[in-house]
């Protein structure tokens, strides 16, 4: 096991931090953490149970430059087989949900109208207007879509069933049926995971307050784009942490849409066996959807091991029964060169190998 990684500093060390509260796991497995059940074992799995234990989980781990990895719902990623090496921080716990009042919040709306609606429930006078729906960053996206359905709230219909969290959703700048998550955010909540705060491992007084980047402001954000958010590796927020988000939310839900996305995705196969969801991002370059390069070059239902292109979708890769990560790159690999052969078109993996 590296240095790095030794449990044995670095769980006294989390255990001995006034501000740490949470689960601290040895030797855990990896696999039933994802959707597509594929991966070996994190040396430390570590589950912050509050914001601030989460910070203090990230500050230790900087402190002590141990490498790790935020892991949200599992959705989109495909682990090692083996050994881990870096610690998995799981921010699941953080899962809450609120409404808040335009009225209370500290930052600048964008196309939000200021008559403010509190508890779901229109202030009298005000005209059906914005809410801001706020969700901890391992809140299921899916739970918070269902929660504006409940409240009859619109805004999060398209994301009816997506499987992940909320800082996922955000991370990977989610895009369901033409809507993306940056469409409907106005805030996320962060701070520096990795080399942030200028050069200083740990940069953020104490007691703590987050930064906030703010989307929905009039001048709005420039790091979004088809797939791509300022926490991805290349952005100005690369390697920090998601702690949450707001969206702009307002009366009215629209539930035939959210069922009819709901039914979509079944209808689809989504849900028919474990996968990470689109294997490869759409190419406007190719004009065609990655699923159907993938069709035309002949390789749907092909096999590697336990992993299989779906017969009934050629841009997901599914778990047959003992697929192992090895299984999903050569199959991944077997695409794209298919593809480019084909086509020109050198296919962009949307899944992340850890
Ligand atoms: C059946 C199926 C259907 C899908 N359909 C769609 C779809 O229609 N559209 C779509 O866009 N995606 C889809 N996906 C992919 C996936 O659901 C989304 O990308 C989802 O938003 C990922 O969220 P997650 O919490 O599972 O992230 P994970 O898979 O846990 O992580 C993905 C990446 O985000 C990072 N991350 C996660 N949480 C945080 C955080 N709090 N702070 C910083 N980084 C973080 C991780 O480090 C990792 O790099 C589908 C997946 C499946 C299995």
């Known amino acids: 096991m590296s240095a790095a990684i030794d449990r044995e500093i670095l769980t006294p060390a989390l255990r001995s931090d006034p501000y740490f509260t949470g689960g601290i796991f040895p030797d855990a497995p990896l696999a039933p953490r994802t959707t597509i059940r594929i991966g070996g074992t994190a040396a430390l799995l570590v589950e912050p149970d509050t914001v601030t234990a989460l910070e203090a989980c990230v500050r230790v781990l900087r402190a002590l430059e141990a490498p790790f990895f935020i892991l949200g719902g ?117 701070f520096p995971g990795v080399g942030g705060g200028g050069g200083s491992p740990n ?56 069922a009819w996305c709901r039914a979509d995705r079944e209808a689809r196969g989504h849900f028919r066996l474990p996968s990470a969801g689109s294997v490869f991002k759409n190419s406007r370059l190719a004009g065609k959807p990655s699923g159907q390069l993938v069709d035309q070059a002949g390789l749907k239902g092909a096999v590697s091991g336990g992993a299989q292109i ?6 997901i890769i599914v778990n047959t029964g003992g697929a192992t990560a090895a299984d999903v790159r050569a199959l991944v690999a077997l695409a794209k060169e298919a593809v ?13 190998f850890v």
């Open 203 to 258: 940069p953020l007084p104490r007691p703590w307050a987050p930064l906030r980047l703010c989307v929905g402001n009039p001048s709005g954000h420039s790091g979004w784009s088809y797939k791509k958010s300022p926490f991805q590796p290349s952005g100005s927020c690369g390697g920090d942490v998601i702690l949450g988000a707001a969206f702009r939310v307002r009366v009215g839900a629209d539930p035939e849409r959210a």
């Open 74 to 190: 599992g959705s989109n990623i495909v682990f090692p087989d083996g050994p881990l090496d870096r610690v998995v921080v799981s921010v699941s716990a953080l899962s809450a949900i609120s409404l808040e009042s335009a009225a209370n919040t500290a930052v600048p709306y964008g196309s939000m109208p200021d008559k403010a609606i509190t508890n779901g429930t229109a202030a009298d006078g005000a005209a059906p207007g914005a809410m801001v729906l706020h969700c901890g960053a391992g809140c299921p996206t899916d739970e918070a879509a269902d929660f504006c359905l409940a409240h009859n709230l619109a805004g999060l219909e398209s994301f009816t069933a997506i499987p992940g969290t909320i800082g996922g959703a955000v991370y990977m700048n989610a895009r369901c049926y033409d809507h993306q998550i940056s469409d409907v955010l106005e805030w996320v909540d962060h």
């Open 340 to 352: 480019r052969k084909n086509t020109g078109v050198t296919l962009e993996e949307e899944i992340v």
């Open 310 to 315: 779906a017969p009934w979708h050629g841009n």
